[in-house]
């Protein structure tokens, strides 16, 4: 979940402040959306497996 946390905080933080123009950059908005989405899908994923666990031990 760390590294998920500096990944969302360089794309979403310092990419803007250190690179000129990022927003108009094409590779931009797809950077900072799978940022965005990455903590999602981090919980999804290791959620779900431990919901399957839980549920396969009753």
Do not use: H
Request: glycine share 8%; charged share 10%.
């Amino acid at each position: 979940m760390l590294a998920i946390v500096v990944i969302l905080f360089s794309l979403c933080i310092v990419c803007p402040l250190a690179i000129s123009g990022w927003s108009k950059l094409p590779i931009a908005l797809p950077l900072m959306a799978t940022g965005m989405l990455l903590p999602f899908a981090f919980f999804f994923i290791f959620g779900g497996k431990q919901l399957a666990k839980d549920a396969g031990k009753k």
